[in-house]
């Protein structure tokens, strides 16, 4: 199984400041066929299910703020918060969407320093 | 506009089954793939298998192999999830998602599956 692993656990940030989270996975996700990162990002809020936010690493869903943003190639990963906002508490996950079975990372909490 | 809707709560005991349902709206069953997701309470997303309807093909995660079957009836663009022999920990919020090459953008609203004696 690929393991995906995040870091940090949790990160606090002042408002308006950058967030960073990392991501690992134990192979590469690299499709080579079509030169594609199949690694997605998704944001969840408390109650909420999870909200798809970058795919092929680095590809922003349709509506998602400009101040996220998603890199990295092969086996590691990075989301980027450019501009924390109060409405970007939230934990994050990345998931790789090329092997099975499926696997997520353990989550990165965001919260307001 | 895609929606995908789940059944209600379950409280179950102990070594009883629970089957989950997943409504989509259109004829997506034909198009997507369905996988079924689950979260205990305070701790991560947990892939546990999925289901292509229209090749009637299902994975499952090893942690669940023998305990789940996913299926789907494309008569009413349903998809469901049983699991079976229910522990307490198998206490958690259940989620379907439709699967695509660009990430999962539609989940359901998910489902809580309580398991107490």
């Known amino acids: 199984d690929i393991v995906m692993t995040q870091s940090p656990d949790s990160l606090a940030v002042s408002l308006g400041e950058r967030a960073t989270i990392n991501c690992k996975s134990s192979?590469?996700?690299?499709?080579?066929?079509?030169?594609?990162?199949?690694l997605a990002w998704y944001q969840q809020k408390p109650g909420q299910p999870p909200k798809l936010l970058i795919y092929?690493?680095?590809t922003r869903e349709s509506g998602v703020p400009y101040r996220f943003s998603g890199s990295g190639s092969g086996t590691d990963f990075t989301l980027t918060i450019s501009s924390l906002q109060a409405e970007d508490v939230a934990i994050y996950y990345c998931?790789?969407?090329?092997?099975?079975?499926?696997?997520f990372g353990g989550g990165t909490k965001v919260e307001i320093k | 506009q895609v929606q995908l809707v789940q059944s209600g709560a379950e409280v179950k005991k102990p070594g009883s089954s629970v089957k989950v349902s997943c409504k989509t709206s259109?004829?997506?069953?034909?198009?997507?793939?369905f996988s079924w997701v689950r979260q205990a309470p305070g701790q991560g997303l947990e892939w546990m298998g999925r289901?292509?309807?229209?090749?009637?093909?299902?994975n499952y995660t090893q942690n669940f192999q023998g305990r789940i079957t996913i299926t789907a009836d494309k008569s009413t663009n349903t998809v469901y999830m049983e699991l079976r022999s229910l522990r307490f920990d198998d206490t958690a919020v259940y989620y379907c998602?439709?699967?695509?090459?660009?990430?999962?953008?539609?989940w359901g609203q998910g489902t809580l599956v309580t398991v107490s004696s």
């Open positions: 092929w690493a680095s």
């Open positions: 289901i292509n309807p229209l090749l009637s093909m299902t």
């Open positions: 192979q590469s996700v690299l499709y080579s066929s079509n030169n594609k990162n199949y």
């Open positions: 998931q790789q969407y090329y092997f099975l079975p499926l696997t």
């Open positions: 998602a439709r699967e695509g090459v660009w990430g999962w953008a539609h």
């Open positions: 259109g004829d997506t069953l034909r198009t997507y793939t």
